[in-house]
Nanobody, 116 residues
Framework: QVQLVESGGGLVQAGGSLRLSCATATSIFTFEDMGWYRQAPEKQRELVALIIIRGGTTNYADSVKGRFTISRDYAMNTVYLEMNSLKPDDTGVYYC?????????WGRGTQVTVSS
């Protein structure tokens, strides 16, 4: 059973930082890619950052380039999202996503709230 568990969300002031974690009980080599998506109230879920597990190639939404960094830790079977210079527009529920043989798995999400 593939499970993704997010943690690290919270309330932070604009300009602050948070680090999100997405842990899986299986090896992260199980996944072709893993990523972070977010959904703000009354908006569609959008891609924030993606990483190809074996190659390490990353992709970011334009709105977070230069501020967010996605990384993976093989030993911890965890993918991280380091978020700096946070803005109120970054507020939303952040979901971890993983792809295994064209099947997409989602975590339950973690709330990030950035106050102005």
């Amino acid at each position: 059973q593939v499970q993704l568990v997010e943690s690290g969300g919270g309330l932070v002031q604009a300009g602050g930082s948070l680090r999100l974690s997405c842990a899986t009980a299986t090896s992260i080599f199980t996944f072709e890619d893993m990523g972070w998506y977010r959904q703000a109230p009354e908006k569609q879920r959008e891609l924030v950052a993606l990483i190809i597990i074996r190659g390490g190639t990353t992709n970011y939404a334009d709105s977070v380039k230069g501020r967010f960094t996605i990384s993976r830790d093989y030993a911890m079977n965890t993918v991280y999202l380091e978020m700096n210079s946070l803005k109120p527009d970054d507020t939303g529920v952040y979901y971890c996503k993983g792809t295994v043989r064209d099947t997409i798995y989602w975590g339950r999400g973690t709330q990030v709230t950035v106050s102005s």
